[in-house]
């Protein structure tokens, strides 16, 4: 499978905005989904993951209550709705595809990033 992030942009502190990962090669609906992000200087980190029927998702606890994770496994599309953003969410978000739920820090399969900025 191969994944395609899209979406990013610039929004301002509190604002809003959704970003989507498409899939390609093979359906995702074996695979858990979930996003990852990397700011400057730091290392990746978890964000949100969700499981093969959209029945279970966690987020990582600074994100919670302001993203939300979900998914169309017949539109093979992942997406990130991510609201009040901070200037601290500024990074580059990464989609990811995994066998097993929650996912792992290595996942399976990773997809190109899309650049999140948040201006204060």
């Known amino acids: 499978v191969q994944l395609q992030a899209s979406g990013g942009g610039l929004a301002q502190a509190g604002g809003s905005l959704r970003i989507s990962c498409a899939a390609s090669?093979?359906?995702?609906?074996?695979?858990?989904m979930g996003w990852f992000r990397q700011a400057p200087g730091k290392e990746r980190e978890f964000v949100a993951g969700?499981?093969?029927?959209?029945?279970?998702?966690y987020y990582r606890g600074s994100v919670k209550g302001r993203f939300t994770i979900s998914r169309d496994n017949a539109k093979n599309t992942v997406w990130l709705e991510m609201n009040n953003l901070r200037p601290e969410d500024t990074a580059i978000y990464y989609c990811?595809?995994?066998?097993?739920?929650?996912?792992?820090?290595?996942?399976?399969?990773w997809g190109q990033g899309t650049q999140v900025t948040v201006s204060s």
């Open positions: 969700i499981n093969e029927n959209s029945s279970r998702n």
């Open positions: 090669g093979r359906t995702i609906s074996n695979y858990a």
């Open positions: 990811a595809a995994d066998t097993v739920y929650p996912l792992t820090t290595a996942p399976l399969r």
